[in-house]
Structure formats: structure tokens, C-alpha cells
């Protein structure tokens, strides 16, 4: 594949752009294996329909055909199990867990990540990733196989980093 430039235009990244260099949904890191694309993610509802809404222009127009979304506030009654899973991002900036590539977090970094940009960012979220684990043996642990009205937080948490709680 040849490295494609996307320029992004959006007033968080004003003249920011990065290079695609693998092709989409290919040549993941070896540890890193998401169960739901980000087209499946915003179809199924996650972030309150609020996420991404303000630099859809970036992404794949059929990512939001079917997506769940609000431009306007969070409303948790989008998300797949109906609740409200989310810090604000000003938590995620005081903790320092923003990388300035992607102001607005891991899904940003996921779905650029998807489309075939590999960054220096790459190793920590797939780290960040990985320990949502941690979620998956609770749900194991406290809830009968199937029951999707169990630690439904958990379940909307862990959606929104594209493990589907849905098949425990």
C-alpha cells in the first residue's frame, strides 16, 4: 500500500494530518484484537451518541450511516445498554492520558488506528486496551452467560473499547 495523507478538519486539530501506511483493518499489533469495528461501536451506541460527532468528515461516511448519535449533548439512552459509562474528557486531560495526536482519546486513536495510522501512541493504548480485561472477569465472576442486564456499566465500558460483552 502506498501512504495516503488525510488532512483532518476540525476546529480541536486545525492543520493537523497524519499518514494512513497500512491498509484499513489490517497489520494490527499481535497482542491487539478488537472484537467490534468502530462503524460496529457507533452503530450499536457508545459515548452517548456525542463522541466524534463535530469531525465525522475524517472517517468513512458508512461509519455513520446506522451510528447512534446526538450532536447536541451526551445522552446515555443511546448507548447500547442505557447508561452512562463515560468520564468527561476534561478527566481524561487531568489525568494526562490524552495523547495531543488525539484530543479526543482512545476511540479517536482506535478509529485512526483502524483506518492504517500507526503512531508513536500505539504502544500505551493497546496497553490501556488490554487491562479492560479486568471487566471481562467481573462479568464472568457475578453474572449468568447471557444475562445482559448484569453490570450493565461493566458491559457499556467495555464497548466502548471494542470488546463485545455481548458473547460471555
Not at 508513536?120 to 490501556?128: K, L, T
Not at 447471557?146 to 456499566?153: A, Y
Amino acid at each position: 500500500m502506498r501512504s495516503r495523507r488525510v488532512i483532518v478538519e476540525d476546529l480541536m486539530q486545525q492543520g493537523y494530518s497524519y499518514l494512513l501506511t497500512v491498509p484499513e483493518a489490517t497489520n494490527f499489533h499481535p497482542e491487539f484484537r478488537p472484537e467490534l469495528t468502530p462503524r460496529q461501536m457507533l452503530e450499536l451506541g457508545v459515548f452517548g451518541g456525542k463522541y466524534l460527532t463535530d469531525c465525522t468528515a475524517e472517517f468513512p461516511k458508512e461509519w455513520f450511516a446506522h451510528a447512534r448519535l446526538c450532536h447536541e449533548f451526551h445522552d446515555p439512552g443511546l448507548n447500547c445498554f442505557g447508561v452512562n459509562a463515560s468520564k468527561p474528557l476534561s478527566y481524561w486531560i487531568a489525568k494526562g492520558w490524552i495523547y495531543h495526536e488525539d484530543p479526543r482519546g482512545w476511540f479517536q486513536w482506535y478509529c485512526r488506528y483502524y483506518r492504517g495510522r500507526r503512531c508513536p501512541d500505539d504502544e500505551r493504548q493497546i496497553r490501556r486496551w488490554k487491562a479492560m480485561t479486568r471487566h471481562i472477569a467481573q462479568i464472568r465472576k457475578h453474572c449468568l452467560g447471557g444475562d445482559l442486564t448484569c453490570r450493565r456499566k461493566q458491559r457499556q465500558a467495555l464497548l466502548h473499547w471494542a470488546y463485545d460483552s455481548r458473547k460471555i
